[in-house]
Protein backbone atom coordinates (compact mmCIF):
# COMPACT_ATOMS: atom_id res chain seq x y z
CA UNK A 1 0.00 0.00 0.00
CA UNK A 2 1.32 3.26 -0.57
CA UNK A 3 0.32 7.14 0.31
CA UNK A 4 0.53 9.78 -2.63
CA UNK A 5 1.20 13.35 -1.64
CA UNK A 6 -2.79 13.89 -1.70
CA UNK A 7 -3.68 11.02 0.73
CA UNK A 8 -4.53 9.04 -1.96
CA UNK A 9 -3.98 4.87 -1.28
CA UNK A 10 -2.78 2.74 -3.37
CA UNK A 11 -3.26 -1.05 -3.67
CA UNK A 12 -1.67 -2.61 -6.17
CA UNK A 13 -2.55 -6.12 -7.63
CA UNK A 14 -1.83 -7.51 -10.78
CA UNK A 15 -5.19 -7.80 -11.16
CA UNK A 16 -7.21 -4.88 -9.38
CA UNK A 17 -5.42 -1.42 -8.26
CA UNK A 18 -7.74 0.81 -6.19
CA UNK A 19 -7.48 4.26 -4.94
CA UNK A 20 -9.21 4.76 -1.61
CA UNK A 21 -9.25 8.68 -0.88
CA UNK A 22 -9.58 10.05 3.45
CA UNK A 23 -13.29 10.68 2.51
CA UNK A 24 -13.81 7.30 1.99
CA UNK A 25 -14.25 6.70 -1.46
CA UNK A 26 -12.70 4.35 -3.72
CA UNK A 27 -12.34 3.94 -7.62
CA UNK A 28 -11.14 0.53 -8.49
CA UNK A 29 -9.48 -0.29 -12.07
CA UNK A 30 -9.53 -3.71 -13.65
CA UNK A 31 -8.18 -4.78 -16.58
CA UNK A 32 -10.58 -6.36 -19.43
CA UNK A 33 -9.29 -9.78 -19.08
CA UNK A 34 -9.82 -9.93 -15.11
CA UNK A 35 -13.49 -7.86 -15.24
CA UNK A 36 -14.27 -11.28 -17.26
CA UNK A 37 -12.84 -13.37 -14.59
CA UNK A 38 -14.66 -11.68 -11.98
CA UNK A 39 -17.88 -10.93 -13.59
CA UNK A 40 -18.58 -15.02 -14.12
CA UNK A 41 -21.79 -16.01 -12.48
CA UNK A 42 -21.76 -18.26 -10.02
CA UNK A 43 -24.63 -20.63 -10.69
CA UNK A 44 -24.82 -21.98 -6.80
CA UNK A 45 -24.92 -18.16 -5.30
CA UNK A 46 -28.93 -18.56 -4.97
CA UNK A 47 -28.91 -21.60 -3.13
CA UNK A 48 -25.77 -20.42 -1.11
CA UNK A 49 -27.83 -17.09 0.01
CA UNK A 50 -31.32 -18.68 0.78
CA UNK A 51 -29.36 -21.25 2.92
CA UNK A 52 -27.45 -18.53 4.72
CA UNK A 53 -30.77 -16.64 5.25
CA UNK A 54 -32.24 -20.15 6.43
CA UNK A 55 -29.23 -20.43 8.88
CA UNK A 56 -29.35 -16.83 10.36
CA UNK A 57 -32.18 -17.55 13.15
CA UNK A 58 -33.28 -13.84 11.19
CA UNK A 59 -36.69 -15.38 11.88
CA UNK A 60 -36.15 -16.02 15.43
CA UNK A 61 -34.66 -12.43 16.24
CA UNK A 62 -38.05 -10.67 14.52
CA UNK A 63 -39.98 -12.93 16.48
CA UNK A 64 -38.71 -12.65 19.89
CA UNK A 65 -38.40 -8.49 19.37
CA UNK A 66 -42.00 -8.58 17.36
CA UNK A 67 -40.55 -6.67 14.74
CA UNK A 68 -41.94 -7.54 10.73
CA UNK A 69 -38.92 -9.20 8.82
CA UNK A 70 -39.11 -7.26 5.53
CA UNK A 71 -38.66 -9.01 2.47
CA UNK A 72 -37.28 -8.47 -0.74
Not at 15 to 43: M, R, T
Not at 58 to 65: C, I, R
Amino acid sequence: MVRDDWGYMQILNPVISALNHQDGHEICFVGEEAFHDLSQVDATANKLLEDAIAEDKSVEWFAKYHVPKPSA
